[in-house]
Nanobody, 119 residues
Framework: QVQLVESGGGLVQAGGSLRLSCAAS????????MGWYRQAPGKAREFVAR???????DYADSMNGRFTFSRDSAKNTVYLQMPSLKPEDTAVYYC?????????????WGQGTQVTVSS
């Protein structure tokens, strides 16, 4: 099992910044990828960024390079630095991890952290 705990969300004015953190615990040695998704009100959950166990980072094209994803392997923690926030970034941000499980992969989700950007 893998447990994910997010922190760092909140209310910020447009143009402000936030840094989200996600700490993993449990079977962290078997994590394949770890990253962030977000879900805005009335919309489907969408991919934001992720990092593989080998250190390769992927970002959603829609992020347009605005956010920076990083990892502290020693702490089993990933971060999402979000500068210049816009009202359309308002969403619940979820930490995600997957690990090899049998012939496939098993997904794990954090509880989510609310990011609200006011105009």
């Amino acid at each position: 099992q893998v447990q994910l705990v997010e922190s760092g969300g909140g209310l910020v004015q447009a143009g402000g910044s936030l840094r989200l953190s996600c700490a993993a615990s449990g079977a962290t040695h078997s994590i394949n990828t770890m990253g962030w998704y977000r879900q805005a009100p009335g919309k489907a959950r969408e991919f934001v960024a992720r990092i593989s166990s080998g250190g390769t980072t992927d970002y959603a094209d829609s992020m347009n390079g605005r956010f920076t994803f990083s990892r502290d392997s020693a702490k089993n923690t990933v971060y999402l630095q979000m500068p210049s926030l816009k009202p359309e970034d308002t969403a619940v941000y979820y930490c995600h991890a997957d690990r090899k499980y049998g012939m496939g992969f098993r997904d794990y989700w954090g509880q989510g952290t609310q990011v609200t950007v006011s105009s």
